[in-house]
C-alpha cells in the first residue's frame, strides 16, 4: 500500500531524454524532478503558475543533487515518489526517488527551494496556508521505508 507521506508521480523515459549511451542524460532526471514537483503543487491546488503574479513569493531552487543508482533507458516507466525532506522558515527541501516497474531504486534527488519576495530580494516565510499542505508529505524517504 502507498504511504500517504509520499506523492507519486509517473514518468516515461522518451527519445528525447536520452544520450548518446541509450539511458537518461543526467540533467533531465532533474527535470523529471521538476515535472513531479508541478504536479504535487498542482495537487495541493497551488498551481505553480500563481506563483508568478505580482505580491507572491518566488519559489528558485537554490541547490540540487542526485545520485544514480541504475540506469533508466528509453521505454522505460518509472515512478517519482516525492516527499518533503524538511520545512524550513522559508525554505523547503523536496526528496525524490525514481523506482523502476520492479520497484527498485534507479536514482535519487533532492532540491532546496527557498521562497523569495522578488522586490525585496529577500527570503520571507513560506505562507502559512501552503505549509499546512505541504505538512502531509514531510518525512524523508528513507525514513518512509
Known sequence: MADPRVFEHAIHVRMSSIDRAGVLFYPELFRHAHDAYEALMASLDEGLAAY???GRPAIPIVHAEADYQR????????RVHLSVAQLGDSSMTLAYEFL??????CARAQTVHVFIDLDKGRPVP??????????RYT???SDLG
Open 52 to 54: 508568478f503574479e505580482p
Open 71 to 78: 540506469p533508466m533507458r528509453h521505454g522505460n516507466e518509472f
Open 100 to 105: 523502476g516497474d520492479d520497484g527498485k531504486s
Open 126 to 135: 513560506i505562507p502559512a496556508e501552503l505549509r499546512a499542505k505541504l505538512q
Open 139 to 141: 518525512g524523508s524517504l
